[in-house]
């Protein structure tokens, strides 16, 4: 196993326990704005793992821009490009993800004018009251 094998996979496996972390924050903790930051966590873990199924590990890797309409360059195209959907796909996923994060950061705010606690397991309680 070569150095950059081993840095890959120490990278995908980086990349699983923060995705397992945040999914712990998402699920275990009653705390609205700990979740909050955990589904942000998870949304980057996403993305990251996203952008590294898009990359290439040959080398050199050459930005997906095609020098000519040649056999010879379309072949080394094919062979050494990055895929650039992957890269399209998360810059729209942050955009997505922003947005929902401030959607729920607005919410939680206003959770908390009603019921004077951001605990899921209080406002559950108190969902009859107000």
């Known amino acids: 196993m070569s150095i950059l094998e081993f ?3 120490y990278l ?18 009653p705390n609205m704005l700990k979740k909050i930051i955990s ?14 199924i898009g990359y290439r590990l040959t080398y050199p890797v050459v930005p997906p821009i095609l020098p000519s309409l040649s056999k010879e360059s379309l ?4 062979n050494t490009a990055v895929d650039p959907l992957p890269q399209a ?6 955009v997505i993800g922003m947005a929902v994060n401030m959607l729920l950061a607005v919410l939680t705010i206003q959770l908390y004018r009603l019921y004077g606690t951001l605990d ?11």
């Open 75 to 78: 072949s080394q195209f094919v």
């Open 120 to 130: 899921v397991r209080e406002i559950a309680k108190r969902g009859g009251e107000e």
């Open 12 to 29: 995908w496996v980086v990349l699983l326990l923060t995705l397992a972390v945040s999914l712990y924050g998402i699920i275990a903790r």
């Open 89 to 94: 796909l998360v810059i729209t996923a942050v």
């Open 7 to 9: 840095l890959w996979d």
């Open 39 to 52: 589904l942000t966590i998870l949304g980057d873990v996403v993305n990251v793992m996203v952008v590294f």
